[in-house]
């Protein structure tokens, strides 16, 4: 079993619509988890970590369910630059220097005009 | 402006030949990371570095070795014993002034001629 699972996609969302991104992990002791977005050919960079009580950041909501491992994304009124692979990345490890991080496949999303 | 750079962006390699990725941050981040990106992989961890002078192995370090003589780089080489290089790699740094969340330079592929 890989250590953070993710949907590959590819989802093909209208513009306007509201998709949600799931992702499991396999360690139970995982301390810190995050979505970070990568663009075609670029860098990933840091979409939002995700709070154990769940967090919005304007159309992009986070969710962390630690009983049943399983971390969620919601992105609502979605727009066309929203076009991307979302990266569900674990921290294995506590204490400052230890972050081990494991990045999950990805999920791509393209949004339809 | 503070961030991390890569150099070169695109690096061509030939059979036998060892490369070496240059890695720079002027963030004053303490730890610093090499990664890999494969198509329809998810990142994975070659080598990292916590403080100066001292490194560990990631997931994948073979084939690859790095130095950490200075806190602001952390050169990633590519040897010829690494049997499948063409790859996007991906140097990350993290410090307790960003919260400990890793950022990104914007990569360089590696391509076997």
């Known amino acids: 079993r890989k250590e953070v699972e993710q949907d590959p996609g590819p989802f093909n969302v209208p513009e306007g619509a509201t998709v949600a991104f799931n992702c499991t992990y396999s360690n139970s002791a995982s301390q810190s988890f995050f979505w970070y977005r990568q663009d075609c050919r670029k860098e990933p960079k840091l979409l939002m970590s995700v709070y154990s009580s769940g967090n919005e950041d304007g159309r992009f909501t986070a969710q962390l369910n630690r009983a049943s491992q399983y971390i969620s994304l919601l992105i609502r009124d979605s727009k066309l630059s929203d076009s991307a692979t979302y990266l569900c990345v674990v921290n294995k490890e506590a204490g400052f220097g230890n972050e081990k991080l494991t990045f999950g496949t990805g999920t791509r999303l393209t949004i339809i005009p | 402006d503070g961030g991390i750079t890569q150099s070169p962006k695109y690096l061509f390699r030939k059979e036998g030949q060892n490369v070496t990725l240059s890695c720079e941050q002027n963030?004053?981040?303490?730890?610093m990371y090499w990664y890999r990106q494969d198509p329809g992989q998810g990142l994975r961890l070659i080598y990292y570095s916590q403080i100066v002078n001292d490194f560990q192995k990631g997931d994948i370090a073979e084939g690859y070795s790095v130095s950490r003589e200075k806190k602001e780089s952390f050169p990633l080489t590519v040897t010829s014993a690494q049997k499948n290089p063409t790859a996007f790699y991906l140097c990350?740094?993290?410090?307790?002034?960003?919260?400990?969340?890793?950022?990104f330079g914007d990569g360089t592929r590696l391509s076997i001629l």
């Open positions: 990350a740094s993290s410090g307790r002034q960003g919260g400990r969340t890793q950022h």
């Open positions: 963030l004053n981040h303490d730890a």
